[in-house]
């Protein structure tokens, strides 16, 4: 069964750091592009960030470059996102994802509010 369990959300003031972390099991980790989204209240769910499968090659969201690291532990089958510099816009649902097997797996996602 394929599973996504993220954390490390929270609140943080602007200007502020987190480090999110997605631990995925129930199939072969190291096969597979992982991607982190974000839903904000009212808005689309949008992709902020794209690892391959090896964790040479990343992609972001104009909006987060410079700010946010997607990086991976295949040994620990696990996808990270650092986040620096954080902005109030940047406060939304987190979630991790993968297209497992021909399928868009998702995560429960994990709640990032920045405020002051």
């Known amino acids: 069964q394929v599973q996504f369990v993220e954390s490390g959300g929270g609140l943080v003031q602007p200007g502020g750091s987190l480090r999110l972390s997605c631990a995925a099991s129930?199939?072969?980790?190291?096969?597979?592009?992982m991607n982190w989204y974000r839903q904000a209240p009212g808005k689309e769910r949008e992709l902020v960030a794209t690892?391959?499968?090896?964790?040479?090659?990343?992609n972001y969201k104009d909006s987060v470059k410079g700010r946010f690291t997607i990086s991976r532990d295949n040994a620990k089958n696990t996808v990270y996102l650092q986040m620096f510099s954080l902005k109030p816009e940047d406060t939304a649902v987190y979630y991790c994802?993968?297209?497992?097997?021909?399928?868009?797996?998702w995560g429960q996602g994990t709640q990032v509010t920045v405020s002051s």
């Open positions: 994802n993968g297209r497992i097997w021909g399928y868009d797996r």
């Open positions: 129930g199939f072969t980790f190291s096969m597979y592009a």
């Open positions: 690892i391959n499968s090896a964790g040479a090659s990343t």
